[in-house]
């Protein structure tokens, strides 16, 4: 242990000097230092050609993404150029592709909603610090411990909300503006249905097409890309009247904007906190998940809190120059992998590529249909739903399917920050509640005096009888808030008064305040019946926390034993001394 404390601070301290925990010093060292170890030009070959092949998928994907979040386009493409560099550049993954993604949909459509695009780009700053604070502090493997249910839960719900906001883009409808609840959006679409636009609906059949076939033509360009092309040609040759990026968002600026500080009251600050931790926790959960799924595929090994440091900065960039929330994109870092990108350099490539045809052909992209994005995102929102997953989950443990049924619900209905809030909650409630189920208290007295199950226990004085008024009890499980209450009914229904108990905790491994409590309450109760209350089997964590707490001094030195037998001995020897006075 000292030499591996050494190894971890790189410095010998003099014995028994106090050591600070810290992060091991590779925890945040980005991976691109140690992927340019000896990197040669057939790996900058093939990063090279990674990195254009996902610039041109991640092009029609930040479009998109930035529609559906109801801003302008260019702010996708910002995105996926400043913060997609940036979380390549830092990364604690060999081959993570960042950008904006399906995931932030939903909140950031609410923030831009309420607060404006000025308050989206306080609270995605506000976010970045976050997460450079909790990469900085290690929360990397915290965030790991996300109940299964909730993520799958809030992922389907978001798929859910992005399908039901295209059905204007996909159908052409006559609808202004799209209302934020869920029931209110389709009930906008029912009034507005006679406006039917056959144009935009044959756009975005003929994109689902093309997006699902394609791959049986090429894998190596993006169908999503030759839909775009193939919409935007339709248009303008049978010219459909349809509504454009250019009619509803105008041109898309062909450079990069001047980095500027958003302008906001600083009284409203205070009220971003909440949607600015949704963002943080979302895209630390979305990259953590990508950077595991890469591992996967390349057999590497992510540094979770460099990655956090990453996703950090970028967010913190990004709405400096007008873009929005970022984190790993799972399909385009697969879309990577599979094309031979194996260092962060074809993530920064992937991100000069999408600058080049922003600056090159970003005029032309006021000309693509909304109807074939709303085809795409149709797609994407089929890949987030997770479907097979949800249907799985829905044969798990009750209690699974009611914190996933929960999250799901409350992601469609009300908001995603309340669905995380809430599915955490139950998921914690409910976990607690099985936890203190599983605290067993079973009478030994009797079955240590029966000769077949005296035979099971290992130790010699098993198949001996205890002393006339004594009682044993054999507790497993943790004695924490949520089982103290029931640790202390058990002992309390039994409505014993013998001479002597003993508690034996050897399967308890940890104790909390509220256990400590419960341990006490019994120790009292058995001091004013008279009964001498002996504790056998104590772990080190468990006696530490006796005396700390001063039950060890309440209880006594002389009833703390190790062993059942240990404490039989005392009781006898005990009744000896009393025979002899």
């Not at 780009?121 to 976050?130: C, H, N, R, W, Y």
């Not at 689902?208 to 033509?217: E, H, Q, T």
């Not at 058990?490 to 409505?495: C, F």
């Not at 909390?512 to 409590?517: I, K, M, T, V």
Request: with cysteine; net charge positive; aromatic share 6%.
């Amino acid at each position: 242990m000292e030499n591996e404390l050494s190894t971890i601070l790189g410095k010998t301290e003099p014995a028994g000097a106090r050591r600070a925990a810290v992060l091991p010093r590779t925890a945040l060292r980005p991976k691109l230092l140690t992927a340019l170890r000896g990197y040669d030009k057939a790996s900058f070959l093939n990063d090279l050609m990674a990195g254009a092949i996902v610039g041109i998928v991640a092009l029609p994907l930040a479009i998109a993404f930035a529609i559906a979040s109801g801003v302008s386009p260019e702010k996708g493409l910002i995105t996926a150029v400043v913060a997609g560099f940036l979380i390549s550049a830092l990364s604690g993954s060999r081959v993570q592709i960042g950008g904006p993604t399906g995931a932030f949909v939903v909140i950031v459509f609410g923030i831009v909603k309420q607060y404006g695009v000025d308050g989206l780009m306080v609270a995605t700053l506000m976010a970045g610090v976050l997460l450079v604070a909790m990469g900085a502090a290690g929360f990397g493997s915290f965030i790991k411990f996300i109940p299964h249910p909730v993520t799958v839960g809030f992922t389907s719900g978001i798929a859910v909300i992005i399908f039901s906001s295209q059905i204007r883009d996909l159908f052409g409808l006559d609808l202004a503006e799209i209302p934020s609840g869920f029931v209110q959006k389709w009930h906008a679409y029912a009034v507005s249905a006679p406006s039917f636009n056959p144009g935009a609906a044959a756009i975005a059949a003929g994109s689902l097409l093309i997006i699902v076939f394609w791959p049986r033509v090429s894998r190596k360009i993006p169908g999503s890309l030759i839909a775009l092309v193939a919409a935007t040609v339709a248009a303008r040759v049978f010219d459909l009247q349809v509504e454009t990026i250019g009619s509803r968002f105008g041109a898309i600026p062909s450079s990069l904007p001047w980095p500027s500080l958003p302008h906001l009251e600083w009284s409203k600050v205070s009220e971003l906190v909440r949607p600015a931790t949704t963002i943080a926790f979302l895209a630390g959960i979305e990259s953590l998940l990508c950077a595991t799924v890469a591992d996967g595929m390349i057999g590497g090994k992510h540094r979770s809190n460099m990655e956090l440091v990453a996703q950090g900065v970028a967010n913190i960039v990004s709405p400096l120059f007008g873009g929005i929330p970022a984190t790993g994109a799972i399909a385009r870092t697969a879309t990577n992998v599979k094309n031979g990108g194996r260092t962060p350099v074809a993530g920064m490539v992937h991100a000069l590529v999408l600058l080049l045809i922003m600056m090159i052909f970003g005029r032309w992209a006021a000309l693509i249909p909304l109807s074939a994005l709303g085809a795409i995102l149709v797609i994407v929102a089929y890949n987030m739903s997770e479907w097979r997953t949800f249907k799985a989950l829905l044969r798990s443990p009750r209690s699974d399917v009611v914190v996933l049924l929960i999250t799901f619900s409350l992601t469609v209905a009300v908001d995603l920050t309340v669905a995380i809030e809430i599915g955490m909650l139950v998921s914690l409630m409910l976990f607690m509640k099985n936890m203190s189920e599983s605290v067993r208290i079973h009478p030994l007295t009797k079955a240590m005096q029966d000769e077949k199950k005296a035979e099971a226990e290992p130790e010699v004085w098993a198949k001996k009888k205890f002393p006339p008024g004594v009682e044993v009890f054999d507790v497993q499980g943790p004695l924490f808030f949520g089982a103290a209450q029931r640790f202390e009914e058990s002992l309390n229904e039994m409505g014993l008064k013998p001479k002597a108990v003993i508690v034996r905790i050897r399967d308890v491994h940890h104790i909390d305040a509220s256990g400590l409590h419960a341990l006490e309450q019994f120790c009292n109760r058995c001091r004013r019946a008279g009964t001498r209350f002996i504790l056998v089997g104590i772990h080190a964590q468990a006696r530490s926390a006796l005396e700390k707490s001063g039950l060890a001094e309440t209880i006594g030195e002389d009833n703390l034993a190790a062993t059942i037998e240990i404490a039989v001995q005392r009781l006898e020897a005990d009744q000896v001394a009393e025979k002899a006075d």
